[in-house]
């Protein structure tokens, strides 16, 4: 209940090394292991949504609801983007009789603080 609580108070699509730094002051007998279990149990019940988008961590989000994610590859930070019409239509595609149960929509680049602090240092 901690681990999922933690998700739905902290929106910044945490890797299990931050949930469990997190939580473990409070849990002493808290280990990885089991925030990477939870994890991947709440994950397999569609509790929580798991991605990929960063090659070097998992992170996980509570909002399953469907959305994209947007990676900056300056400050690492992952936000929440609204998924638009065009999701909706793949969605409804015959993909040649496979049961697509899951649709990933991943956008990189440099996010809007990092390119305001860019402008801001070529200013000074």
């Given amino acids: 209940m901690s681990i999922m609580r933690y998700l739905m108070e902290h929106l910044t699509h945490p890797t299990v090394d931050e949930i469990y730094t997190s939580l473990s002051p409070e849990m002493p007998t808290l280990s990885k292991t089991t925030v990477y279990n939870t994890l991947k149990l709440l994950s397999e019940y569609g509790a929580i949504q798991t991605l990929t988008i960063d090659e070097r961590n998992t992170c996980y989000d509570a909002d399953t609801t469907p959305h994209a994610h947007f990676l900056c590859k300056r400050c690492g930070k992952i936000f929440d983007l609204p998924h638009g019409e ?29 390119k305001n602090e860019e402008a801001q240092n070529k200013e000074q």
């Fill in 86 to 114: 065009s999701r909706k239509e793949v969605e409804t595609w015959e993909m040649n009789g496979h049961d697509v149960q899951e649709i990933h929509f991943y956008y990189k680049g440099v996010c809007k603080d990092c």
